[in-house]
């Protein structure tokens, strides 16, 4: 069972208020810390582990630097992106990036890594999802909330 201010915390992340706020504030606030700390401090990972993922913007080309939350796979050296966006409508638009040029960057601890990008589908989406509901389930509240499929991405080191 999750400590009280995890629950807490997970109660919070699920309000449809927490959705509509925290898109605006938490990957801007990370952005800003994440800089200055050179890639040392992710505020939001304090919640969750997070990645800075920098992806090349699927109609620009340009590299698009996110904050996003995400499940480090022990053992496997690999990570799981959760397109969620809050459980608000529509996909997030680096999940765009991703299907349109799979290779990027992340910055996991302060450490640059070159990834390729995995959808995951079918059997392999469900056993990454039923891992992702155990580690953060309020996820499980956002994919009510939404008519679209929440996007599941691997990440591995290239």
Request: charged letters at 20%; proline letters at 9%; one cysteine or more.
């Amino acid at each position: 069972m999750a400590p009280p201010g995890v629950r807490l915390l997970q109660k919070v992340s699920s309000t449809r208020a927490f959705a509509r706020v925290a898109p605006h504030f938490i990957p801007a606030m990370d952005r800003a810390v994440h800089r200055l700390t050179r890639g040392k401090v992710l505020l939001s990972a304090q919640m969750l582990p997070g990645v800075i993922l920098t992806a090349q913007g699927a109609k620009s080309g340009l590299p698009r630097r996110t904050p996003l939350a995400c499940m480090p796979e022990q053992g496997a050296g690999t990570w799981l992106l959760i397109g969620s966006n809050f459980g608000r409508p529509g996909h997030p638009a680096w999940t765009a990036n991703l299907l349109a040029r799979p290779d990027a960057d992340i910055n996991w601890k302060g450490e640059d890594i070159p990834v390729t990008a995995r959808l995951l589908g079918s059997a392999e989406r469900e056993e990454a999802w039923a891992a992702v509901l155990k580690f953060w389930p309020p996820y499980a509240t956002y994919q009510t909330r939404v008519e679209r499929e929440i996007r599941l991405f691997r990440l591995e080191r290239r």
